[in-house]
């Protein structure tokens, strides 16, 4: 199986919150911020900032997991992100390495 990731995009002022699903994270958020989908809404409303994401070993759990996500409010959404990135901080930069095994 492949493995999953969810996460969390926003924009610079992290006024506008984004929760996607993807089998390849540092790949979905070049995409995100290089604009790939003019039309999406991530491109619409300028959400480049990576700030929240969880690994899965199966891409199931992570779209069963980004369902209970997006289902919650959005404080809910922003009690996550302040529970492991209180400072809002962009993490792109962590997970440039995070498909190479090794």
Request: hydrophobic share 35%; proline share 4%.
């Amino acid at each position: 199986m492949k493995p999953g990731f969810v996460y969390i995009m926003t924009n610079k002022n992290n006024t506008v919150l984004y929760t996607g699903v993807t089998s390849n994270l540092p790949k979905r958020v070049q995409e995100h911020q290089e604009k790939a989908y003019e039309l999406s809404f991530t491109s619409k409303y300028n959400l480049n900032k990576l700030v929240y994401w969880e690994s899965f070993q199966e891409i199931g759990n992570a779209i069963f997991r980004e369902k209970q996500i997006k289902a919650g409010s959005r404080q809910k959404k922003i009690n996550l992100i302040n529970s492991l990135n209180p400072e809002w901080r962009d993490l792109t930069e962590e997970i440039k390495d995070i498909m190479n095994p090794f």
